[in-house]
Each structure stands twice: as structure tokens, then as C-alpha cells.
């Protein structure tokens, strides 16, 4: 990663607030993101080119078992104590599971890139 060229120039920034912000993994002041879940090229504030960011499939794997958990939990509390129609299930629990998997897409996937600046990962390469 190129990018530590002048990470001397900028002061420590906590990698967990600076994803959980959106913000960029080295100055923690630019954006990192351009859209709701695309990442930006890079930092307009310091320059970062962000094309090492790939966070893959970890942020849908966290937010599927921590908001499957979440929703499902609830689901079962409910049916168990208020047993509730059907379409009352489907009327709560399909808009909560989609609006809570998009915020929580976001935060992770922002902290998930910013550890990985910050621990300097990269594809693993084979030495011959």
C-alpha cells in the first residue's frame, strides 16, 4: 500500500470512530463514502487514494447474523407472547430487517475498511 508515503503528516486517528463517522481511514476528517454503501475514490480532504478498500462479503456476514439475530429474536418474543396474525409479522419484521441491514451495512463496512488501513492489511502473497 503506497498510501503510507506521508502517514507521518497526520495525526493517529481511532479506526473503529473514524468508520462508525464515515470518515477517512488516515486524516479522519474526508469522507469515505460516496454514496450510501459506495466507497469514494478518495479522501478530498488529504488525498487518500482509496482503491485498496475492499471489504468483500465481511460486512453482510456481520450485519446477516447480528440483525437475523436481532429480528429474529424479537419475531419469536412476540409470537410467543402477544401471538400476533401473520401479516402482522410480515407488516413489522421485513421493513425493520431492511432498514436496520442498510444502517448497520454502512457502519460496518466503515470500520471494517478504516482496520483495514490501519493494520496495513492486503492480499496475501505467495514468496518464490
Known sequence: MAENDNKGMFPPVEPIMAGLKGCC???GKGRLFSGLLK???SCETCGLDYSFADAGDGPAVFVI???G???V???LW???TANPPLWLHFLLWIPLTLIL???ALRLIKGVLI???YSNKAAEGRLDR
Open 39 to 41: 466507497v469514494a475514490p
Open 25 to 27: 481511514p488516515r486524516c
Open 101 to 103: 441491514s442498510l444502517g
Open 65 to 67: 447474523l447480528i440483525i
Open 69 to 71: 439475530f436481532i429480528v
Open 114 to 116: 478504516t482496520l483495514q
Open 78 to 80: 412476540m409470537e410467543v
Open 73 to 75: 429474536g424479537l419475531a
